[in-house]
């Protein structure tokens, strides 16, 4: 196990009564001195707030971008991908439970600087780092110093997330990031309170703030649960929100959940669920709608908006045909497609493959 850092915090202020609030994300925890917050890895230390988790991670692993998911950012390349401990959300359904309920911290096994990081990124062929499995708002400091890092060598950034953060910490945090994928979790307010311990607001602002005042390619993924969020009416109003508010070309992912932490008597998701919510996005004028953690390969499709060709086909994580020129343009029609292209070489594939980056080591 690598110990524990105790790197300065940031995003706090001190409180009359001795104690210190927490301002990086809506919680607002305020802590006394040894308490840690609801995350678990942010605490109160010597009368200052203090990262637990800085330069510590559960893993390092070269993934498909299209894992995050992100199906329109240089699609088939690959992503060195990271995680901490720890979450500032309580979801019932967490399906990375054993790294963002980690209370013992034995998860973290790897440790490497900013600087490690983006350098393993480019020894290892990656076009990306990506901040994922618990959610990097938790670990801003290190993420904001390992993309400054990744910057610095021309590699470009991901963040993964609930978008659970406020206002001032996010202008900062997404101004360090080149593409993320935003949990959208349900879209009712008695959903995010009763099963993920938070509020839908807050994760809506992120989107609106993403959509109109960044650069930040952004996509979204909702994981329909049956019973939970998956009726008609919730998912049309969702996609609706997202035509009116968002834009028609943010891309948005359903996936399929799988029995898991405390809500294993729920049933994985049928396939037709996912089939019939993509159908409702795009009769509500999304132009990408995707399907995950099935095999659908029409639901894994990129198609264009104007000549309805698909421009890119996938099985899961797998590209079997591509038809975009370097700069995103549709290889049928011409038409541009949103997303950020490259030169598109051999794709990476389905491969997860883990690493060691830990000093020393």
């Not at 299209?66 to 359904?93: D, I, M, R």
């Not at 959509?211 to 919730?234: M, S």
Request: charged letters at 25%; hydrophobic letters at 35%.
């Amino acid at each position: 196990m690598i110990p524990e850092s105790s790197h300065p915090g940031r995003w706090w202020h001190a409180l009359d009564d001795g104690r210190i609030q927490c301002d990086l994300c809506p919680r607002d925890c305020k802590l006394h001195e040894g308490q840690r917050g609801a995350c678990f890895v942010r605490k109160m230390h010597g009368g200052k707030m203090v990262l637990t988790t800085y330069g510590r991670s559960s893993g390092f692993c070269v993934d498909p971008i299209e894992k995050k998911p992100l199906n329109q950012f240089y699609p088939g390349s690959s992503v060195l991908s990271f995680g901490t401990a720890g979450c500032n959300l309580a979801c019932k359904f967490c399906q990375n439970w054993d790294i963002s309920k980690s209370r013992e911290m034995d998860t973290l096994m790897d440790q490497a600087t900013p600087r490690m990081i983006a350098d393993s990124a480019l020894r290892l062929g990656c076009r990306s780092v990506a901040f994922t499995y618990n959610d990097p708002v938790i670990f801003a400091e290190y993420a904001l110093d390992v993309a400054d890092a990744c910057h610095a060598k021309g590699v470009k950034t991901v963040a993964v997330t609930a978008g659970y953060i406020r206002p001032e910490p996010r202008r900062e945090f997404y101004s360090k990031m080149d593409a993320a994928n935003v949990d959208l979790k349900g879209f009712s307010e008695t959903f995010y309170f009763k099963l993920t311990g938070a509020h839908l607001q807050p994760v809506l602002d992120t989107l609106v703030y993403l959509a109109k005042e960044t650069d930040v390619w952004t996509e979204i993924t909702t994981l329909l649960i049956p019973g939970k969020n998956d009726c008609e009416a919730e998912i049309e109003a969702e996609c609706k929100w997202i035509a009116q508010n968002l834009g028609r070309d943010v891309p948005l992912h359903f996936t399929a959940f799988h029995p898991d932490w405390k809500m294993r008597d729920v049933p994985a998701t049928p396939a037709a669920t996912l089939k019939r919510a993509r159908e409702t996005a795009l009769r509500a004028g999304l132009r990408y709608v995707y399907t995950g953690n099935v095999h659908d390969e029409e639901g894994g499709a990129t198609c264009c908006p104007a000549c309805g060709e698909a421009v890119i086909v996938r099985d899961w994580y797998d590209i079997r045909a591509y038809h975009l020129t370097d700069e995103g343009a549709c290889g049928f029609c011409g038409h541009q497609l949103a997303g950020r292209y490259g030169k598109f070489g051999q794709p990476f594939g389905a491969r997860r493959i883990p690493v060691r980056l830990a000093l020393g080591a």
